[in-house]
C-alpha cells in the first residue's frame, strides 16, 4: 500500500510505547500521525537546499522563503505555488577568497539567506553569508517578480559570516536590530543596531560570553506608559556563564534587552548600548542538575491586552547528551521586565589571585539607574537623551550588565516535557474553545522532522499529537504562523511545509473526536462529523479538559467481518490501535483471549499460526483509552473466522454462503475460476508482483465471502514480506469498495460507503 508510511507508523508507535510506562514528565503525543500528501503542502526546489528564513508577507499574499543562494515568493495560501524567485550567488573569485581562507567551498563558501525583513516602504532587506563575507541588499516583489537591487551593502554585525552559526535579528521601525558574529573567525559576538545611528555591545565577556543567539522580539513598553519609558527589544540567547564558580564549562540561557531609543554613551559606551541588561532565565526539569539551554522562542499577545501581560513561550534542550529530554517554559513579559527594571545587578569582586566571583551587588546604585530607559524622571533632571547620562551609571552598567536574579517560569515548572526528539523551533496560537476559555495551543518543530501540537490544561500536560512533515526526517529549522490563512510554515534543509492549524477530518467517531482534545476540533451532532469549531453554528460536543466522550452519541454497532482460513495456515486479523493512549485487547467468543506462542497479540492485530478448526470463531478487538474524565472502551473490530478443510474443496466453502441461488453461484465460482486462472497466467508472466490494483479490482467483481480468498490466501506469504503491512488490509479495502459498513475504527459514523472515502479511511488507519 504505502510502504514508507507504513514503516513510519512502526517507527514511532514503538517510541511512544516504550514513553507510555515512564515517568509523567513524559508526555505521548495521543496520535503519530505519519508524513502524508494530505496532511501538509511541500515546496521544494530541485538541487536547493536549506529552506530555513522564512518573512511571511500577509499585505501580497506571499511567503517569502529564504535558501541556499536563492530568494523565492510563494502563494501563502498554497505554497505549492511557485510565483517568483531570484538567484543570489557568489562569484568564482568570492569562492577562491573563501576557499583559500580555509573554507570549505562545497558548503561554507556559498551564499546562505540569513536575513528577510520587511521595510516601511514595503520592500525588503535581505542578508546572506556570501561566501564568508556577509552581505546585504534590498528586495521588491513587482508584477510577478523578485528583484534584487544590487546595492552590496556590508553585512558585517547583521548577517553571520558562518552559515552554521546561530544568530538572531528583528526589524524594528526600519532599523535592523541583530544578534551575531562580526568577524570572520567568530569570535566577536555582537547585539548591534545598525541604525540612525550605529550601536553595538562592548568587547568583554561580562557582556557576551561565546554566545549562542536564539531569537529576538520587540516589546511596546512606552504603550499608555506613566514613567514615559521606552520600547523594548529582547534578545534570547546561551552562554557560557560568567557568574558560576565551576570549574568546567557552564552554558546558561539568558534573555538580554535594550532600549528602542538607546544612542550611546558620549564619553563612556561610545556607540554602544547604555541599556544592555541581561539575567538567567530558568526552566527547572526535575532530575537535572545542569541548567537547560534555549533553543527558541515565541512572544503570545493578546491584541485585546496589554503588553503586560504578554508571554515569551521558550524551548529548552539539555546541556548533556546523556538525557533527551526537551521542555517548554512559559514567562510573563511583565516579570522579565520587573526583575530589569527593579532586580539588584551583580557585581564581579577578586578573590585571592586571578580568580573572580561574581555576587549581589549591595553598594549604592546611581540615579538615573543603570541599565533604564530614558523616562520621565531623567528628563525632569535634564537627561533626554542616553547621550545625557552621567558617566557614573554609565561606568556602572558597564561593569554589571548582569542582573542578579534569574528568571523565573509561570509556575516556576515547564508547561510541557517530552522525551524523545528534540525540540528545535515554537510557534503559539490562541484559540477559544467551546467552553469559552482561550487555550495556548503549542506547536513545536523537532530534530525529526515531526511537528507536535500539545496544550497544558490545568497542568496537566497534554500532546495531541505529532505529525511527521518530512521524509526523510529533517530538523525543522525554521517555523512561522499566519493569522490570515491560520496556516503553519515550517522550513527544513530539504523544504518547506504548510499544515493547517488543526486536521479534524482526521477524527471519525465522536468518541475519537472527544478525546483528542484539540481546542480547534469538535464533533458536529446534526452532520456526524468532526469539524473546526470556527465552522459551525450547530450544537458541538467538545471537552477539551476532561475528555469527557459520555456526551457522545452511542456509536454504531461494528460489522463483524467474515474471515476464513486454511486448516494449518495462518490467520491474521488486524486492529490498529485508534490512538497512542489506547490499548487494545481481544475477545473470542465474549470471553479475553489468553495469548500464547501460537496465538500472537501484535501492535497491529492478532497472529494465529497454524490454525485449526478449534480457532473458527467470533472475535472482537477492544480499545480501552484513559481519559481524564474516565475509560472509555470501544470495539475497533469483530471477525467471524471460518475454517476451510481443503483449499482445492472449493463445495465445502460454497457451503457458507447461504445467500445466493445457483445460478449466482455458478457465476461467482465461473468468475473465480477464471480470475484466478488469469491471476496465475499474470503470475507467471510478471513473476509474483502482487498489484494492489488488481486485488482491490478481482474482490468487487466477486462477493467477499465466497472463498476466492484461497487466491489471496495463496499470496499472503510474500505480501507479508515487503513490509509490516498485513495481508489482511486488502479486503478491508474491497469491503468498503462493496458498499459494506465495515468499521473498522468500532464508532466510526456511516460515512465510508463512498469508495472513495474508505481508500481515506484505510489511510487513516495507518495514521493511528
Ligand atoms: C544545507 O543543507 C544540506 C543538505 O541537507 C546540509 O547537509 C547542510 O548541513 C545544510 N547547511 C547548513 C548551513 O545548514
Ligand atoms: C532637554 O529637553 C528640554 C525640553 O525639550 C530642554 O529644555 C533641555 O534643555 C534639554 N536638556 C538637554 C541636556 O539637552
Ligand atoms: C458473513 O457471513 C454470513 C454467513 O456466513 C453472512 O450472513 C454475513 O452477511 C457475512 N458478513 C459479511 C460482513 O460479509
Ligand atoms: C500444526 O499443528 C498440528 C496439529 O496440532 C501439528 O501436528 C503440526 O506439527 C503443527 N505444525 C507446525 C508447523 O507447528
Known amino acids: 500500500m504505502h510502504p514508507p508510511l507504513a514503516l513510519c507508523v512502526f517507527w514511532l508507535l514503538p517510541l511512544a510505547l516504550t514513553l507510555e510506562e515512564d515517568s509523567p514528565l513524559d508526555c505521548v503525543p495521543r496520535k503519530s500521525v505519519p508524513s502524508h500528501t494530505a496532511n501538509a503542502h511541500l515546496f521544494h526546489e530541485e538541487g536547493v537546499f536549506n529552506y530555513s528564513t522564512m518573512l511571511l508577507r500577509e499585505d501580497l499574499d506571499l511567503l517569502l522563503l529564504g535558501a541556499r543562494e536563492a530568494v523565492y515568493a510563494l502563494d501563502l495560501k498554497d505554497i505549492t505555488k511557485k510565483l517568483a524567485s531570484v538567484k543570489w550567488e557568489v562569484t568564482q573569485q568570492q569562492r577562491d577568497e573563501c576557499r583559500n ?88 559576538p555582537v547585539l548591534a543596531r545598525s541604525s540612525p545611528v550605529s550601536i553595538r555591545t562592548e568587547f568583554k565577556s561580562s557582556w557576551l560570553h561565546e ?14 506608559s506613566e514613567e514615559g519609558d521606552d520600547d523594548k527589544v529582547y534578545l534570547f540567547f546561551s552562554e557560557s556563564a560568567v557568574e558560576c564558580d565551576c570549574y568546567n564549562k557552564l552554558v546558561v540561557s539568558r534573555v538580554a534587552r535594550v532600549c528602542k531609543g538607546d544612542l550611546g554613551g558620549l564619553r563612556t559606551l561610545q556607540k554602544k548600548w ?54 517548554v517554559c512559559a514567562y510573563r513579559v511583565s516579570d522579565i521586565s520587573k526583575v530589569f527594571a527593579e532586580g539588584k545587578y551583580k557585581t564581579p569582586v577578586p578573590v585571592e589571585t586571578s580568580f573572580v566571583k561574581w555576587v549581589m551587588y549591595s553598594g549604592d546604585v546611581p540615579v ?62 490562541q484559540v477559544q474553545a467551546a467552553d469559552g476559555e482561550k487555550y495556548h495551543v503549542m506547536f513545536i518543530g523537532t530534530e525529526e522532522g515531526t511537528m507536535l501540537k500539545a496544550v497544558n490544561y490545568d497542568d496537566e500536560m497534554f500532546i495531541i499529537e505529532e505529525v511527521q512533515l518530512f521524509q526523510p526526517p529533517e530538523p525543522i529549522k525554521t517555523l512561522k504562523f499566519s493569522h490570515v490563512t491560520g496556516q503553519l510554515y515550517a522550513g527544513s534543509d530539504s523544504g518547506a511545509a504548510q499544515i493547517p492549524l488543526a ?136 471477525y467471524q473466522a471460518t475454517a476451510l478443510s481443503d483449499p482445492g474443496d472449493t463445495g465445502s466453502t460454497q457451503a457458507q454462503t447461504k445467500g445466493p441461488s445457483v445460478a449466482g453461484l455458478q457465476v461467482v465460482v465461473g468468475l473465480l475460476v477464471v480470475s484466478l486462472l488469469a491471476l496465475l497466467a499474470w503470475n507467471f508472466y510478471k513473476g509474483h508482483l502482487p498489484l494492489p490494483w488488481n486485488c482491490r479490482k478481482k474482490n468487487t467483481e466477486q462477493s467477499q465471502e465466497t472463498p476466492e480468498q484461497g487466491g489471496l490466501n495463496s499470496r499472503v506469504t510474500y505480501q507479508d514480506a515487503p513490509g509490516p503491512v498485513p495481508a489482511e488490509g486488502k479486503p478491508l479495502v474491497s469491503g468498503t469498495n462493496n458498499g459494506r459498513n465495515n468499521h473498522t475504527g468500532g464508532e466510526a459514523a456511516g460515512e465510508n460507503e463512498d469508495p472513495k472515502d474508505s481508500l481515506q479511511y484505510i489511510d487513516d488507519e495507518y495514521e493511528n
Open 368 to 429: 538615573p539607574r543603570p541599565g533604564a530607559c530614558i523616562d520621565n524622571e531623567a528628563r525632569k533632571a535634564g537627561i533626554n537623551q542616553t547621550l545625557d547620562l552621567p558617566d557614573r551609571t554609565l561606568q556602572f552598567i558597564k561593569d554589571r550588565p548582569l542582573m542578579d536574579q534569574a528568571i523565573q517560569p509561570i509556575g516556576e515548572k515547564p508547561v510541557l516535557v517530552r522525551r524523545g526528539a528534540t525540540f528545535t523551533r515554537i510557534i503559539v496560537n
Open 101 to 188: 581562507k580555509g573554507k570549505d567551498p562545497e558548503t561554507e563558501c556559498m551564499n546562505y539567506i540569513r536575513i528577510l525583513h520587511q521595510t516601511e516602504d514595503n520592500r525588503m532587506y535581505v542578508c546572506g553569508t556570501n561566501a564568508f563575507d556577509p552581505e546585504c541588499d534590498y528586495m521588491s516583489y513587482a508584477d510577478g517578480k523578485l528583484t534584487l537591487e544590487k546595492k552590496a551593502e556590508d553585512g558585517k554585525g547583521k548577517c553571520p559570516f558562518d552559515p552554521f552559526q546561530r544568530y538572531a535579528s528583528i526589524m524594528v521601525e526600519n532599523n535592523l536590530f541583530s544578534a551575531t558574529s562580526m568577524n570572520f573567525l567568530g569570535s566577536e
Open 211 to 224: 554566545p549562542t543567539f536564539v531569537s529576538m522580539a520587540q516589546m511596546p513598553e512606552s504603550d499608555l
Open 274 to 327: 547604555t541599556s544592555f541588561l541581561k539575567a538567567r532565565m530558568d526552566c527547572p526539569v526535575l532530575e537535572s542538575q545542569l541548567p537547560y539551554i534555549i533553543q527558541d522562542t515565541y512572544r503570545l499577545c493578546d491584541p485585546q491586552q496589554h503588553w503586560k501581560d504578554c508571554l515569551f513561550y521558550a524551548i529548552f534542550t539539555p546541556q548533556s547528551d546523556t538525557s533527551d529530554l526537551s521542555a
Open 503 to 638: 486536521s479534524c477530518w482526521r477524527s471519525l467517531s465522536c468518541m475519537d473526536c472527544v478525546l483528542a482534545r484539540d481546542p480547534y476540533c469538535g464533533w458536529d451532532k446534526a452532520d456526524g462529523k468532526c469539524v473546526v469549531l470556527s465552522d459551525v453554528k450547530g450544537e458541538i460536543i467538545q471537552s477539551v479538559k476532561q475528555g469527557d466522550a459520555s456526551l457522545c452519541p452511542d456509536a454504531d454497532p461494528v460489522k463483524p467481518m467474515n474471515r476464513s482460513f486454511w486448516h494449518g495456515g495462518n490467520l491474521n486479523l488486524r486492529c490498529l490501535p485508534p490512538s497512542n493512549l489506547a490499548k487494545t485487547s481481544w475477545e473470542r467468543a465474549g470471553r479475553p483471549l489468553t495469548p500464547s506462542a501460537r496465538i500472537q497479540v501484535l501492535q497491529d492485530g492478532l497472529l494465529i499460526l497454524n490454525a485449526t478448526e478449534s480457532d473458527s470463531g467470533r472475535y472482537r478487538c477492544l480499545s480501552v483509552e484513559l481519559s481524564k474524565a474516565d475509560q472509555y472502551t470501544s470495539t475497533v473490530a469483530e
